[in-house]
């Protein structure tokens, strides 16, 4: 789960991590009135979506005075912002972050994340802030400074002193970066983030550290021992469907073709969209009905798929192993009870069950086919009809 | 041979009164698993389908020898389930769970790696050689014993790629489900380093997806060292950046962990990539032959 920057703010503020003064609002007027709380420009105004590039596609303004500060406000506040990240459609902004602008002496970049292939925590820094890492990554890989830090061991003063020998950071700035390093650790660990960054991590010109922005991604497998950040979830930017499904507890992520698909197991329900598009079509949605669906789950992610205007047809691919045909076919005869389905339908099942599944499905005269490209190829071929 | 289980196996089931653990134990059994023994904390003394319950990994391991392990308890609980097994000195530990939180996982890989402990999973299906054990929760009926290896990240899309190769005739020496999520145990180079010295494996298919870059780094290891023709397949191809596709592992971001770039990384270091499942029976034919 991906925090907004103010909340990610506020968070660092919690931990004692410095971050610039800022008031978070989300409308107009109560952003206009902030601005009396400031007493001095220029202010940054920053649109609060989760997106990066926020900057480059005008989220991310400097006012020089009040009525700058008021124009910038109307102008963010209700955008659509589209950055690279975003789709074609942008992200409407709904909140507004206004802060002090910071005397920046330099810009640096902070990460921290989990380090997938060495299994460990791992701290990224560099002397190239501002830019994505991704881009530093590319033009100046020799100014990427990384550390891996066991968690059962925790950050550890040598580790600290190896990132400021690295990044030759001066005398009258260890002891601050030192401090502000362990807080961020330990925050990592209290709320237990999947990534925290900070860019530009700036070094202001009292020698002294600020977080000029802040994100924080959450591991979505720890959510339930932090429920207090559970009520963090931005709902207004998560896709209406999408939300849904997440009641619903199916995995569902809404894409922009027109093949609406089920399927069981969240690896055969990217492979299923893959040949969608490799016979020449486009898949609505990724939907994987989970381990040991029943057959209320079928009913439930049919009707999420259906409330997508886009699908013009739907298949279903079923390898039971956990999950059983037959109560796949049971839950799909019972949504055709409630949903008026005029869209056209093709079905795969194999596996468990599978004779007792498509003797259902024979009864309610519905096509199934036994073999996954057979059932792609026809769906494929009906949409395009 | 095959890999890592056979018959020798002697399984301890951690979880085994749970619905999960007591259904796929049935399973096992009926497909000639040798359980020996179940674990739930508070339940020893009782029997679940003729096997014993003990309220340790110890007790299970001191009373009925066991070596093998595999976990079906819950993920606040599953941590511990792994390390419990670990220090009584079972090597080889299948954990089914799904939803354990990833920092918990880097931290009982540094602990068990160090016991020189190998790990399946979590969030995985398991791993079965066709014939003599399967320990998981893959359906045993789709497999034949053969002669090739298959590794995945996935569950059911494993179970599809496997009954493609069984329809071709083409039987297998061991499948491993390595699990979905970001942190877990043996990843595509520690299961190919067993099926190389393995005599009856003749080829390996790898069934990555997107996210991460443990695919990336298994084509270099095969490229490098590794002995026998491998196939591998890729799955997200359509998925898009940022966005998670139910497994927490399989998430493309900053632009990295995409399906082409890892399909690229393979082909460059010489693999075939399969664009759909039922392309890979004829790849491996191919390979075995040339």
């Known amino acids: 789960m991906k925090l907004q920057e103010f909340q990610s703010k506020k968070i660092f503020k919690e931990h004692n991590i410095p971050v610039p003064d800022g008031i978070a609002a989300g409308n107009v007027k109560t952003a206009i009135c902030n601005l009396k709380k400031f007493k001095k420009y220029p202010l940054v105004i920053k649109a609060q979506v989760l997106a990066g590039g926020r900057g480059k596609a005008g989220g991310i303004k400097i006012a020089k005075n009040k009525k700058e500060a008021e124009k910038y406000i109307k102008s963010i506040l209700g955008m659509n912002l589209i950055t690279h990240q975003t789709s074609a459609q942008g992200i409407k902004v709904r909140k507004i972050l206004i802060e002090e602008c910071a005397d920046l002496l330099k810009e640096y970049y902070f990460g921290m994340l989990i380090d997938r292939s060495k299994k460990d925590i791992c701290i990224i820094v560099s002397s190239a802030g501002g830019m994505e890492i991704e881009e530093i990554a590319k033009e100046k890989p020799e100014e990427i400074i990384k550390i891996n830090i066991d968690p059962n061991i925790g950050l550890r003063a040598f580790h600290i002193f190896d990132l400021i020998k690295s990044l030759k950071l001066t005398k009258e700035t260890q002891q601050g970066f030192a401090n502000i390093i362990k807080r961020l650790y330990n925050l990592f660990i209290a709320i237990d983030a999947s990534l925290v960054e900070i860019n530009p991590f700036g070094l202001l010109k009292d020698n002294t550290w600020l977080a000029i922005d802040a994100k924080i991604l959450l591991d979505d497998n720890s959510l339930f021992r932090h429920p207090n950040l559970e009520k963090l979830r931005d709902v207004y930017e998560e896709d209406e469907l999408e939300r849904l499904a997440r009641i619903k507890k199916v995995n569902y992520v809404r894409l922009d073709g027109n093949i609406g698909c089920m399927v069981n197991g969240a690896g055969l329900a990217m492979c299923t969209m893959d040949l969608i598009k490799h016979y020449g079509a486009s898949p609505a949605n990724f939907l994987d009905i989970g381990g040991g669906a029943k057959a209320e789950q079928v009913t439930e992610a049919l009707k999420i798929i259906v409330k997508d205007p886009k699908v013009k047809g739907i298949l279903i691919n079923i390898f039971g192993g956990i999950v059983r045909c037959d109560e796949v076919a049971k839950g799909f005869v019972e949504a055709l009870k409630t949903l008026k389905l005029d869209l056209p339908v093709v079905i795969r099942l194999t596996g468990t069950n599978q004779d007792i599944g498509i003797n259902i499905l024979k009864e309610q005269k519905i096509a199934v086919f036994s073999e996954m490209d057979d059932a792609l190829k026809e769906i494929v071929k009906k949409v395009k009809l | ?290």
């Open chain 2, 1 to 290: 041979m095959s890999i890592l289980i056979d018959k020798n196996t002697k399984l301890v089931v951690q979880g085994i009164t749970g619905r999960e653990g007591g259904f796929h134990t049935q399973k096992m059994i009926e497909y000639g698993t040798n359980v020996v023994a179940g674990v739930t904390p508070g339940k020893g003394g009782e029997k679940v389908l003729g096997v014993p319950v003990f309220d340790s990994v110890d007790s299970a391991v001191k009373e009925k020898g066991a070596d093998t392990a595999v976990i079906f308890v819950p993920a606040a609980f599953a941590p511990d389930a792994i390390i419990e097994a670990a220090l009584t000195g079972i090597k080889l530990i299948v954990c089914i769970t799904e939803g354990i939180p990833v920092i918990d996982m880097a931290k009982v890989m540094s602990i068990i790696n160090k016991m020189g402990v190998k790990l399946i999973g979590p969030n995985c299906p398991g791993i079965i050689s066709p014939g003599k054990a399967k320990i998981g929760i893959m359906p045993g009926y789709i497999h034949k014993q053969g002669n090739i290896g298959v590794i995945s990240r996935s569950g059911t899309l494993t179970y599809e790629i496997v009954y493609n190769l069984t329809k071709d005739n083409l039987g297998q020496s061991t499948c491993i489900g390595i699990g979905g999520d970001p942190v877990t145990g043996m990843y595509f180079i520690d299961c190919l380093k067993e099926f190389k010295d393995d005599k009856e494996t003749e080829a390996v298919v790898i069934i990555g997806e997107i996210g991460g870059s443990s695919e990336e780094e298994a084509a270099v290891y095969i490229k490098r060292e590794f002995n026998k023709p491998v196939v591998a397949f890729i799955a997200g191809q359509t998925a898009p950046p940022g966005k998670r596709m139910g497994h927490a592992g399989a998430i493309i971001s900053g632009g990295k962990g995409t399906a082409l770039e890892k399909i690229k990384v393979l082909q460059d270091c010489g693999i075939k990539v399969a664009k759909t499942p039922s392309e890979i029976p004829g790849l491996i034919r191919s390979a075995l032959t040339h």
